[in-house]
Antibody, heavy 123, light 107 residues
Framework: QVHLVESGGGVVQPGGSLRLSCGAS????????MHWVRQAPGKGLEWVAV????????NYADSVKGRFTVSRDNSKNTLYLHMNSLTSEDAALYYC????????????????WGQGTLVTVSS | EILLTQSPATLSLSPGERATLSCRAS??????LAWYQQKRGQGPRLLIY???HRATDIPARFSGSGSGTDFTLTISSLEPEDFAVYYC?????????FGQGTKVEIK
C-alpha cells in the first residue's frame, strides 16, 4: 500500500534553513504530483507547495513563495522541501501528500498523506 | 483565496448517533470539495472527494453532499473509531484551502 515517510525536521534558528524529505513507496512515484501541507501546533491545515510528476512545474502558497523550493528525485522516490529564511510562522508539522494526477494545472484532493515531520523555529 | 468555514467547531455525540458536519465556502467551488479525517498523531485520511464520492476503502456510513457554497458530511451511525477531527478542502481555485476543522468527540 502507499507509504509516505517524512524526515528532516528539527529545531532551527530564525533566519535559518532546513531541508525536508519524503520517501515514497507502494506506488509508482513518477505517476503523480506531490504536495507539502503544514499544520501549526493545535491549528488547521495549510497547503504549502506542489510539484508536478516530472518536476517541471511548481506552485507555492504566497506565505512561502521565494523562500521555499519543492523538488523531487523520481529515481530515488523522494520528495524534498528546501526552506530558507525561516520564521516562527513556519513552525509546524509538515506533511507530504500524494496527488492523484500527474499535472498541476488545477488543484486536486490529496489521496494519501504521511505522518509528518516537525519543524521548530527557535533561538 | 477561498475561505472555508466549518460548523460546528465541536460535535459531542454518542456511538451509534448520526453526525452532520457543515462546510461553507466564501464563493462557489462547484463540486470540488473534499473531506478528510484526522486522528491524533496521524496524517489526514481522504474520505470524500468532489463532494459526494467516497474514497477507496471508506465505509458506506460516510456520505457527502452539496454543491456551490454549502456542503455536508454525514456519518450515519458513529463507530468508536470515527471520533476525530474532520476537515473540508476546496480544489476549485489556487491555492487549495482547508476549513478550520470540526472535532467529533464522545459525549
Amino acid at each position: 500500500q502507499v507509504h509516505l515517510v517524512e524526515s528532516g525536521g528539527g529545531v532551527v534558528q530564525p533566519g535559518g534553513s532546513l531541508r525536508l524529505s519524503c520517501g515514497a513507496s507502494g506506488f509508482t512515484f513518477s505517476c503523480c504530483a506531490m504536495h507539502w501541507v503544514r499544520q501549526a501546533p493545535g491549528k488547521g491545515l495549510e497547503w504549502v507547495a506542489v510539484i508536478s510528476h516530472d518536476g517541471n512545474d511548481e506552485n507555492y502558497a504566497d506565505s512561502v513563495k521565494g523562500r521555499f523550493t519543492v523538488s523531487r528525485d523520481n529515481s530515488k522516490n523522494t520528495l524534498y522541501l528546501h526552506m530558507n529564511s525561516l520564521t516562527s510562522e513556519d513552525a509546524a508539522l509538515y506533511y507530504c501528500a500524494k496527488d492523484w494526477v500527474a499535472t498541476i494545472s488545477t488543484p486536486r484532493h490529496l489521496d494519501f498523506w504521511g505522518q509528518g515531520t516537525l519543524v521548530t523555529v527557535s533561538s | 483565496e477561498i475561505l472555508l468555514t466549518q460548523s460546528p467547531a465541536t460535535l459531542s455525540l454518542s456511538p451509534g448517533e448520526r453526525a452532520t458536519l457543515s462546510c461553507r465556502a466564501s464563493q462557489s467551488v462547484s463540486s470540488y470539495l473534499a473531506w478528510y479525517q484526522q486522528k491524533r498523531g496521524q496524517g489526514p485520511r481522504l474520505l470524500i472527494y468532489d463532494a459526494s464520492h467516497r474514497a477507496t476503502d471508506i465505509p458506506a456510513r460516510f456520505s457527502g453532499s452539496g454543491s456551490g457554497t454549502d456542503f455536508t458530511l454525514t456519518i450515519s451511525s458513529l463507530e468508536p473509531e470515527d471520533f476525530a477531527v474532520y476537515y473540508c478542502q476546496q480544489r476549485s481555485n489556487w491555492p487549495p484551502t482547508f476549513g478550520q476543522g470540526t472535532k467529533v468527540e464522545i459525549k
